[in-house]
Nanobody
Framework: QVQLVESGGGLVQAGGSLRLSCAAS????????MGWFRQAPGKEREFVAC????????YYADSVKGRFTISRDNAKNTVDLQMNSLKPEDTAVYYC?????????????????????WGQGTQVTVSS
């Protein structure tokens, strides 16, 4: 079992950048495919990005492709999300999640039910 804690959220103006970090404890993140999701008020939780156990290939939602970058540091047991060129529509609570790689170090998944462990979330607010 793994525990996940997100940090790095905050208030930023449109066009700005934030870097979210997800720190894991209990088990190493190298055992899992890792993902970021977000949920805006009144909306369903949606996929943002994921990264497999061995780091490639990464996979992004179309809405963030080219602006966000997911990375992992298995030695530090962290997964980060670098967010650039932020837009007001990026405003949401961002969640880190860990999922079963099913023995495939290249496995990527974009659906929430495929993730077993979730952090508590961190708020990102982008002002116009």
């Amino acid at each position: 079992q793994v525990q996940l804690v997100e940090s790095g959220g905050g208030l930023v103006q449109a066009g700005g950048s934030l870097r979210l970090s997800c720190a894991a404890s209990g088990r190493t993140v190298s055992s899992y495919v890792m993902g970021w999701f977000r949920q805006a008020p009144g909306k369903e939780r949606e996929f943002v990005a994921c990264i497999p156990r061995n780091g490639l290939p990464t996979y992004y939602a179309d809405s963030v492709k080219g602006r966000f970058t997911i990375s992992r540091d298995n030695a530090k047991n962290t997964v980060d999300l670098q967010m650039n060129s932020l837009k007001p529509e990026d405003t949401a609570v961002y969640y880190c999640a860990a999922g079963d790689s099913r023995g495939n170090p290249w496995r990527v998944v974009s659906t929430a039910p495929d993730y077993d462990y979730w952090g508590q979330g961190t708020q990102v607010t982008v002002s116009s």
